[in-house]
């Protein structure tokens, strides 16, 4: 069936350098993709988003590149801070409607001093 | 705005019992999602709302799940009888379908345990 799926279940990055978290997706449909930030006992935050119309979309230092050709995602993170020690997830949406997120089993962040 | 508000934050309970969790969407959001997290399935969609009615039920795991949605304003999942598979985090979402469509804010959790 279609999935969405992380490469990297673990990624350690030194505080202040610039970190890749990547996913890949396998419904072509899904013309609408999140990545979410979920912190130690709290619920997924939004970050940033992209529709399928674009290949890149930037936030406060944040970016989401899209490449459609493969069906891949990720999300970039400049100067990691420790507050970016999370666990990211990639969801993808598709089918023109507004139904639930379809989310990948999540990217762990670690930010070492 | 308060963000989407869940209760209980954490329950125990004991095998066989019925658990209900309670969720007050973000006002003005006309779609409401519950969510189910674990280590194993990761982020798991059980039921969504548009408008209070229920529109895929197709990810709730089996009859004793149920959900209802009485007015725009608040949600309940049941699980009646509770099993110690059921454990897990279980997330209220809400979003608002228009220029950010598909955004969906969620809740702190729920932190359920069936022992």
């Known amino acids: 069936g279609e999935s969405v799926g992380l490469h990297l279940p673990t990624l350690s990055v030194q505080e202040g350098d610039n970190s890749i978290i990547n996913c890949a997706y396998s419904?072509?449909?899904?013309?609408?993709f999140i990545w979410y930030k979920q912190e130690s006992g709290k619920g997924p935050q939004f970050i940033i988003d992209?529709?399928?119309?674009?290949d890149k979309r930037q936030g406060q230092r944040v970016t989401v590149l899209l490449n459609k050709t493969v069906k891949h995602l990720s999300l970039q993170i400049a100067a990691t801070q420790p507050g970016d020690s999370a666990v990211y997830f990639c969801?993808?949406?598709?089918?023109?409607?507004?139904?639930?997120?379809?989310f990948g089993k999540g990217t762990h962040l670690i930010i070492q001093p | 705005d308060a963000g989407v508000i869940q209760s209980p934050r954490h329950e125990v309970t004991e095998m066989g019992q019925e658990v209900t969790l309670r969720c007050k969407p973000i006002s003005g959001h006309d779609y409401l999602f519950w969510y189910r997290q674990t280590m194993m399935r990761g982020l798991e969609l059980l039921i969504y709302f548009n408008n209070n009615v229920p529109i895929d039920d197709s990810g709730m795991p089996e009859d004793r799940f149920s959900a209802k949605m009485p007015n725009a304003s608040f949600s309940t999942l049941k699980i009646q009888p509770s099993e110690p598979r059921d454990s897990a985090v279980y997330f209220c979402?809400?979003?608002?379908?228009?220029?950010?469509?598909?955004?969906?804010?969620f809740g702190e959790g729920s932190w359920l345990t069936v022992v």
């Open positions: 979402a809400s979003s608002l379908v228009g220029g950010a469509r598909h955004t969906i804010y």
């Open positions: 419904n072509s449909a899904s013309d609408y």
């Open positions: 992209i529709r399928s119309n674009m």
């Open positions: 969801a993808e949406a598709g089918g023109g409607g507004a139904d639930g997120l379809t």
